[in-house]
């Protein structure tokens, strides 16, 4: 039957008339989710059409073609947008049970009325709905074809490759058999792999809270090994690194979300080796890689030496989601829409618009407030400064002022007073139904905004390309006038990012279609939403060996100079290069250059072969060492290395070891200023006293101080340099000097606070900890070399409490539970004897009356959400 429905449906396909009633039926699905005002171009299709259009899709339902399958989606889905018919309703939703779209189907029932009325369309769904149920927790959930098919292949223990677009609940699906798994299993360990810390922080969340009954299961963002039997890794790929390279863990399952970061420059070379060093260590693993429409997994999986990954791709939204262009044409007051198809550009029509516009942000932001009264809605912003610029325009209007009065989220606004600080702008936003969102923002911040605009108390979101991927933050619109990013837009966006942030346009189970709207797309110089474009899976290692193998040469003989810190190209050769050494003290570079680029021309193989043992016989950075933190300058490494020596053997070394904060006091800032100094002299080559300016905070960060304080410190400090420049100026005037005195005398707080958190999550929990856990390493090393293993027992690794933010065994202990580093500081001057170990820690926990100690709701809930805070007032009940 499907070949023949395949044959029929490549026949209808080919319909002028057929061709022409799709077209009016889209726009006319497309009109009926913008304003009511809007004035349309074409009428509705008429019964007869609608009867058709829905024959053919019942055709195209039956194919074995996704293009088809998609078609026959479309028409079902927009049917039931434009008609009120009990018959069109009842025959769009049989249509989407036969696709085996069962949440669009049960929308179409519980929210547009469609009506059962014969026996066997009810038999229909309920027996379709059986085969696709499936147990989650306590309760049954009913999965689309897709996700059941995946389901099936996941227990059956394929190796997988799952790519589909955003909203198609994949990560949902590897959650739920990754915590199957841990629970059935007698011994288990598995690592997630997340590539941001905003995505660790959500699966992490997720595991918990899924787990929250097992507390045997570990569940753990800390790369080390404890005695548990079970042990669930969620991890960014530099942490697995650390704990490949200090532990013997293997693992049960490996999961990678994200996998085409596999491309992304030097830690997409980090991602990979920490992928092929798991999956060839003792055990025999099942791997699953994730992402949002992506190829190339066959070419990438091959070079690790990973055989027999099967794909398992669908290019079908289970919602429908339009691309609509948006224009104002110039001197009227109106905006023209446009529905993007096949490439071409349909009208819909178009509605009254007053708004006056002097920029494309203003025209955004305008566009967003008019459009954006209908569902949540997401803003794509080029910089951080950019999003909070137009979350403020678009706080100001009196629409949005207007919509928001009844819930102004109280309890955000009172934790960024108390966990951020009390004139921090986003304040007056979010109580207006606005945020921003960036990476750099501090995680439980991020959570609690997102928390909110899940829940609907803020409706308009304006973030940066952070929401791009992997978190699971869908909207009913989309707003994007820019395929660019970063400051002055010099940057292209890669198209398959732009298509996976238009698939957050539309909630699976929540709605049935999402708007993706493209504000003034056709002046755009490039086009790239016009058809779809899904990631090429190309390894940043190989690339980098097959079209950069010069650069590597040149990194392998100490012939870069200077790195451009903002240059990729060089960074990932430096990886490369130390990658490659690795290798040829493993005895593996041979086969290793022969996997990873089998095309490479022999010349160029030869040279890199010859470059790397070269370098190898140069560096005297010991192999465990080099294993670790190959991702640095191996020769500027070996240089410190010998500092270390130089300095020991002169009987300096004592002021190299790093201490904790807590033992120095008011030495600490000095303290830390000389090793970050020394760091950023000896392995970048950066002259001048940048630890001067990242010293304060990262002690600050390192001793658990709450961000408030943190931030305080900085405020202050910066006002105080204003200060005294005002001062100095104001005495050289006095002088006769002609000098331009500043007008400012007060400083911008917000741009302070931006800039603190830019520090910690760009230098402090990045930058710092890569190159302070290879200072660390080294200096142990040469603490042994020379005869003083008494030595090493003094150095406090900061590189880990850098990168928790944390540095006292309780905090790092409720960090372990999945508490963000701001309720873990909270947390723990509550608790004032030594948690012991983990599940000690949880039961005590428990047991704390958490309703006499005044802590924000945002934290109560974290608590609440982890399994960690017990209701006294139900104890009592029962």
């Not at 304003?35 to 055709?59: F, H």
């Not at 508490?819 to 004032?832: H, T």
């Amino acid at each position: 039957m499907s070949s023949f429905a395949t044959e029929l449906s490549k026949r209808l396909l080919k319909a002028t008339e057929f061709s022409t009633a799709l077209i009016n039926l889209q726009t006319s699905g497309a009109g009926a989710t913008l304003p009511q005002d809007i004035s349309l171009e074409r009428s509705k299709p008429d019964p007869t059409d609608l009867d058709k259009l829905l024959y053919c899709a019942s055709v195209f339902a039956r194919s074995n073609e996704s293009e088809h399958i998609s078609i026959a989606q479309n028409i079902a889905l927009n049917s039931a947008l434009i008609s009120t018919s009990p018959d069109i309703l009842e025959r769009a939703s049989i249509i989407l049970t036969e696709l085996g779209n069962l949440p669009s189907a049960a929308y179409t029932e519980s929210r547009l009325n469609a009506q059962r009325t014969t026996l066997a369309s009810i038999l229909q769904r309920n027996v379709i709905r059986e085969l696709n149920s499936v147990s989650v927790g306590d309760h049954t959930v009913a999965l689309t074809d897709y996700q059941k098919q995946i389901w099936n292949s996941l227990e059956e223990g394929n190796d997988l490759a799952i790519s589909a677009p955003t909203s198609a609940g994949k990560s949902f699906l590897v959650i739920e058999y990754l915590s199957r798994r841990a629970i059935e299993e007698k011994e288990f360990t598995c690592v997630y792999i997340a590539p941001t810390r905003a995505l660790l922080s959500e699966v992490l969340n997720k595991l918990k809270k899924r787990l929250e009954n097992h507390i045997e299961i570990r569940i753990s963002e800390i790369p080390s090994l404890t005695g548990s039997e079970k042990q669930v890794f969620v991890l960014t790929q530099e942490r697995l690194q650390i704990l490949l390279a200090s532990t013997g863990a293997s693992f049960d399952l490996i999961i990678v979300d994200e996998a085409q970061n596999l491309s992304d420059g030097s830690r997409g070379i980090i991602l990979q080796e920490c992928i092929e060093q798991a999956f060839h260590r003792e055990k025999e693993p099942h791997i699953v890689f994730l992402a949002p429409g992506a190829e190339g997994f066959k070419e990438a999986t091959e070079s690790f030496a990973i055989p027999d990954v099967r794909e398992a791709g669908t290019s079908v939204s289970p919602v429908l989601q339009n691309r609509i262009i948006v224009s104002k044409p110039l001197g009227e007051k109106k905006l023209n829409f446009k529905l993007i198809e096949n490439g071409q550009s349909h009208p819909i029509g178009n509605v009254v618009f007053n708004s006056e516009t002097n920029s494309a942000n203003a025209l955004l932001a305008a566009v967003a407030i008019k459009l954006g009264q209908s569902g949540s809605s997401l803003i794509y912003a080029k910089t951080p400064s950019e999003a909070a610029t137009l979350a403020a325009i678009i706080s100001q209007a009196s629409l949005v002022k207007a919509k928001h009065k009844s819930k102004s989220n109280p309890e955000l606004v009172e934790f960024i007073k108390d966990h951020i600080h009390p004139d921090y702008h986003l304040i007056d936003m979010v109580k207006n139904g606005v945020a921003f969102h960036y990476g750099q923002m501090p995680a439980l911040l991020r959570e609690a905004i997102e928390a909110a605009f899940k829940k609907g108390t803020i409706d308009f979101l304006v973030c940066t390309t952070t929401l791009f991927q992997g978190i699971n933050l869908p909207a009913r619109n989309v707003f994007i006038n820019t395929p660019k990013r970063g400051r002055g837009g010099k940057s292209s966006l890669e198209p398959a990012l732009l298509w996976n942030f238009a698939g957050r346009a539309g909630r699976m189970c929540d709605d049935i279609v999402g708007n993706v709207f493209l504000v003034d797309y056709e002046s755009w110089e490039e086009k790239p939403l016009d058809e779809k474009r899904p990631f090429q899976i190309e390894p940043a290692l190989g690339k980098a060996i097959n079209h950069e193998s010069k650069l590597v040469v040149s990194a392998l003989n100490q012939g870069l100079g200077k790195i451009d810190p903002r240059d990729e190209t060089q960074k990932q050769a430096i990886a490369c290069a130390g990658l490659l050494v690795s290798k040829t003290r493993q005895g593996k570079l041979d086969d290793f250059i022969l996997r990873t680029a089998p095309d490479l021309n022999p010349l160029d193989s030869a040279s890199l072969r010859d470059a790397a043992r070269k370098a190898s016989g140069k560096v005297a950075v010991p192999d465990e060492i080099l294993s670790m933190n190959w991702t640095l300058d191996i020769f500027a490494l070996d240089a410190l290395l010998t500092f270390f020596k130089e300095q020991i053997d002169q009987g300096k070394g004592d002021q190299l070891i790093p201490l904790s904060p807590t033992e120095l006091g008011d030495k600490s800032f000095k303290h830390y200023i000389s090793i970050f100094n020394l760091i950023y002299s000896k392995i970048k080559g950066w002259k001048g006293n940048l630890g001067g300016y990242v010293a304060p905070i990262a002690v600050r960060w390192m001793e658990g101080l709450p961000y408030p304080v943190i931030i305080s410190y900085e405020v202050s400090s910066a006002q105080q340099s204003l200060d005294e420049k005002l001062k100095n100026e104001e005495a050289m005037r006095r002088t006769g000097a002609r000098i331009r005195v500043s007008t400012k005398t007060k400083i911008d707080k917000n741009q302070v606070i931006n800039k603190t958190f830019d520090t910690i999550e760009s230098l402090i929990r990045f930058q710092l900890v890569q190159m302070g856990k290879a200072y660390i390493d080294l200096l142990r090393y040469a603490f042994h070399k020379a005869g003083r293993p008494e030595k090493t027992l003094q150095i406090f690794d900061f590189s880990m409490a850098l990168e928790l933010g944390i540095s006292s065994v309780t905090g790092q202990a409720l960090l372990e539970l999945g508490l963000s580093r701001i309720a873990a500081a909270e947390v723990q001057k509550v608790l004032v004897e030594d948690p012991g170990d983990i599940n000690e820690l949880k039961k005590t926990l428990l047991a704390v009356e958490w309703d006499v100690f005044k802590l924000s709701p945002i934290i109560l809930a974290e608590l609440e959400r982890l399994g960690l805070k017990k209701d006294f007032n139900e104890s009592v009940d029962a």
